[in-house]
């Protein structure tokens, strides 16, 4: 079982910065893969970063060049450094983490407002 805290979402104007944090219950170099995700109202929930085995990383083309993902396996944290945001990246954010222990398991924190303002 991982738990997964989001914390660092807010309000913003257009071209501001925000940092996402996600602590983990678990020690994050022993799962597979930890990334976020996002939900617009009346959107499905997209994909926006994933960070694998602490180097390879994948974004969504709409954030790439924007947003980085990264983690400190000291603090059992993965971030989500957000710059020049703009009012579609307003959305509901999640932590994702990705395991296996025989068989492939999903678990998710409780999602965090990011609100970009025009």
């Known amino acids: 079982q991982v738990q997964l805290v989001e914390s660092g979402g ?12 996600c602590a983990a219950s678990a020690i994050i170099s022993s799962i597979y893969a930890m990334g976020w995700y996002r939900q617009a109202p009346g959107k499905q929930r997209e994909l926006v970063a994933t960070i694998i085995g602490g180097s390879s990383t994948n974004y969504a083309d709409s954030v790439k060049g924007r947003f980085t993902i990264s983690r400190d396996v ?10 020049s945001l703009k009012p579609e990246d307003t959305a509901v954010y999640y932590c994702n983490a990705n395991t296996f222990d025989g068989r492939w398991k999903d678990y998710w924190g409780q999602g965090t407002q990011v609100t970009v303002s025009a």
């Not at 807010?10 to 944090?21: K, W, Y």
């Not at 000291?74 to 710059?83: I, S």
């Open 10 to 21: 807010g309000l913003v104007q257009s071209g501001g910065s925000l940092r996402l944090s």
């Open 74 to 83: 000291a603090k059992n944290t993965v971030y989500l450094q957000m710059n």
